[in-house]
């Protein structure tokens, strides 16, 4: 058997967590005065499960957490844009497994950052207006998706900088598209959301061929055959107003609206029925529902400004939550 590299070792160990964990505050750090409007871990990579990254105005910034709640920063980044607002970052990686960030934001460019060399490794134009979320393909790290004010989505290659996919057009979102996800197992599936109020998932599974060329193209990436995916496989109107975040949870969905209603439910596939696309709606939340439960609730008498985004670690034991007045806040699990 051929030896894995490093950084793609397995991690060992259980997602189950033996009981409640209680969490405290470890650190407050304040980052400058602008939102900061994303936080993310490194999942990506095991060698650096404990790194992440912020983005806010015109900077991104790599943090390593470290024992007694200690937040070390390693690298910064400053767009020449002093008018760029990034929205969004995710971690990703090159064939050679070297780690990536990409950020994306309000003018509509996607920085890729080459940490191990601590340099922008490219940048790729493509966008008619702002990128409100990225989303890196956990099975092929090197797999990016975008999701634009533009009305779209597109599937890039940050090995390679070739826009692979366009999701839009007779059938795409006929508004902002604020969120987007790619299925965990399933390879060809993604989720996307917006302000049309709906999620759509498409399958890639018909384009797959240009997805694989991507990776052994050797002329310029603006002359890659980028297809058009106009057609989703299943819309749902599962909310009444703006859907602004959706995640799978294996095969079923977690969308949330901006109506502070959260709902998990289950897409049936048409060739599972007849008709019209139809779901299951298997929980609702919201701020007056009876379903909707908190086990614990992180909180600290400083913490007065509206947190833009939170992560949680892989194995859960530390918290962090990004900030409209700069900040980052740490919570790290206790013993109880």
């Known amino acids: 058997m051929a030896k894995i590299p490093v950084g793609c070792e397995p991690v060992v160990g259980s997602l189950n967590t033996p009981k409640k964990k209680d969490y405290r505050v470890t650190n407050r750090l304040q980052e400058g005065k602008r939102p900061l409007y994303a936080v993310v871990f490194n999942f990506i990579d095991s ?10 105005g015109n900077r991104v910034t790599i943090y390593r957490c470290l024992e007694g709640g200690t937040i070390a920063v390693l690298q910064s980044y400053v767009d020449d844009d002093k008018e760029e ?3 969004t970052v995710s971690w ?7 780690p990536l960030l990409v950020a994306g934001g309000s003018n509509g460019v996607i920085r890729v950052i080459d940490v191990a060399h601590e340099k922008i490794h490219k940048s790729y134009v493509g966008h008619g207006d702002s990128i409100n979320e990225i989303k890196t393909q956990s099975l092929k790290p090197s797999l990016i998706l ?10 890039w290659n940050v090995h390679t900088g070739i826009c692979i996919l366009v999701f839009a057009g007779a059938g795409g979102h006929r508004n902002e598209v604020l969120s987007v996800d790619f299925h965990p197992s399933d390879i ?6 917006g302000m049309d109020n709906t999620i759509k998932i498409w399958s890639m599974k018909e384009f797959w061929t240009y997805v694989e060329k991507s990776f052994t193209w050797t002329d310029l990436p603006s002359k890659f055959p980028t297809k058009y995916v106009q057609f989703p496989i299943f819309i749902a109107s599962v909310h009444t107003n703006y859907v602004d975040c959706t995640r799978w949870l294996g095969d079923f969905v977690l969308s949330k609206s901006v109506d502070n209603e959260i709902i998990l439910w289950e897409p049936i596939m048409k060739e599972q029925s007849s008709g019209e696309d139809e779901f299951i709606v298997l929980v609702i939340g ?6 909707f439960s908190f086990s614990i609730r992180l909180s600290h008498l400083q913490s007065k400004s509206p947190i833009r985004q939170t992560a949680m670690s892989f194995d859960g034991s530390t918290i962090l939550a990004c900030c409209e007045d700069g900040t980052i806040w740490r919570w790290d699990a206790v013993s109880s």
């Not at 990686?93 to 070297?98: F, I, L, Q, Y």
């Not at 919201?286 to 379903?291: H, I, K, P, Q, V």
């Open 286 to 291: 919201s701020s007056s529902s009876s379903t």
């Open 188 to 193: 060809y599936r993604i989720a996307s959301c």
């Open 47 to 56: 060698r650096f499960y404990n790194v992440f990254a912020t983005v806010g």
């Open 85 to 87: 607002s990034f929205y």
């Open 146 to 155: 975008s999701a634009s004010k533009d009305e779209s989505v597109r599937l």
């Open 92 to 98: 990703a990686c090159d064939v050679d497994r070297a």
